[in-house]
């Protein structure tokens, strides 16, 4: 539930993306997944994983991360995404 009156957005960006960048959420993601597993009964660990990727179109914010896709003649950012058995997402890259 998001509250009545937020702060307003320098307070609150500028803090979180520092954090972010130090690797604040990662150990947080690593701990909740190998909590949800041990509930499910499984390892801590994921065994396997599934890996896709997607096309999507650019956009003028993709920048020199766009690509030529070649065969349909577009301008795309690719991004690929790596997910366990229970569908927990493991890791996620745009390029």
Not at 2 to 20: A, E, G, I, L, Y
Not at 31 to 43: K, V
Not at 54 to 75: I, Q, V, Y
Request: hydrophobic share 40%; glycine share 6%.
């Amino acid at each position: 539930m998001r509250p009545n009156d937020p702060p307003p957005w320098p307070t609150v960006s500028p803090p979180t993306q520092r954090w972010r960048q130090a690797g604040g959420v990662a150990p947080l993601v690593h701990a909740r997944r190998a909590q949800l597993r041990a509930i499910e009964g499984r390892a801590p660990a994921p065994r396997a994983a599934t890996v896709d990727a997607r096309a999507m179109p650019a956009t003028p914010d993709s920048g020199a991360r766009a690509s030529d896709d070649g065969h349909h003649r577009r301008t795309v950012s690719t991004g690929h995404v790596a997910v366990d058995p229970l569908v927990q997402s493991l890791a996620v890259a745009v390029r």
